[in-house]
């Protein structure tokens, strides 16, 4: 069974410049979350996707944050503007069971300078 | 509360020895729990899970206890190895949610 891919790996932008990160999920997994780890900390999360729909996204800074998945499999995440304290790793992950442990993809790396 | 900043709490342990790593959950609502491992560069890997109604839970060379009086959680490593060095994260389920919190991070340096 593949994972869940994530593209790309790092990424440096300045601040306000917008950048976006891409997730594949598991073939078949309904429910896709992105993640924000920031370093030292455990994963954050910001958004929850239940086939296409948005089931949580009450953590997701929507001035600056969006998310989509149209088709109710890959999903993208963009920033515009970045601010410094966008600097971390987003994690995608998904499940086909809510109640479920995920899988998680490597990430993508994000500084902001 | 998930944040320890940049200084994760450090556990180094001899190759071979056992390893006890804790975690203490805040939402007593919680009825499933996941402990991950996350190696450099890498997204958090399940490692073992489990239920409220259960207070232990073995797999191969870990052990999960759980002890809701205090809400603590704990894995315990048997004869730990150079490749259990990582990051662990306890995380938590509540029973009316779906949404996986994630704890602080313990990080296990392994001595050869």
């Known amino acids: 069974e593949a994972g869940v891919a994530q593209s790309p790996r790092y990424k440096i932008i300045e601040k306000r410049q917008s950048v976006a990160f891409w997730c594949n999920p598991i073939?078949?997994?309904?429910?896709l979350y992105w993640y924000q780890q920031i370093l030292g900390q455990g994963p954050k999360l910001l958004i929850q996707?239940?086939?296409?729909?948005?089931?949580?996204d009450s953590q997701l800074p929507k001035d600056r944050f969006s998310a989509e998945r149209l088709k109710g499999v890959d999903s993208t995440l963009k920033i515009q503007p970045a601010k410094l304290e966008d600097s971390a790793v987003y994690l995608c992950?998904?499940?086909?069971?809510?109640?479920?442990?995920?899988?998680f993809g490597s990430g993508t790396r994000l500084t902001v300078v | 509360g998930e944040s320890v900043g940049l200084h994760l709490p450090t556990l180094s342990v001899q190759e071979g020895d056992n390893s006890i790593i804790n975690c203490a959950y805040s939402?007593?609502?919680?009825?499933?729990f996941i402990w991950y491992k996350q190696e450099s560069g890498k997204g958090p890997q399940f490692i073992i899970d489990i239920r409220s109604n259960m207070d232990k839970r073995q797999g191969q060379r870990v052990t999960v206890l759980l002890n809701k009086t205090v809400k603590h959680l704990s894995l315990q490593i048997a004869a730990t190895q150079p490749g259990d060095s990582a990051v662990y994260f306890c995380a938590e389920f509540p029973h009316t949610g779906n949404k996986l919190t994630f704890g602080g991070g313990t990080r296990v340096l392994v001595k050869p």
């Open positions: 996707f239940q086939n296409n729909g948005v089931v949580d």
């Open positions: 992950a998904s499940t086909n069971r809510a109640d479920y442990g995920y899988t």
């Open positions: 073939s078949g997994h309904a429910t």
């Open positions: 939402n007593s609502a919680s009825d499933y």
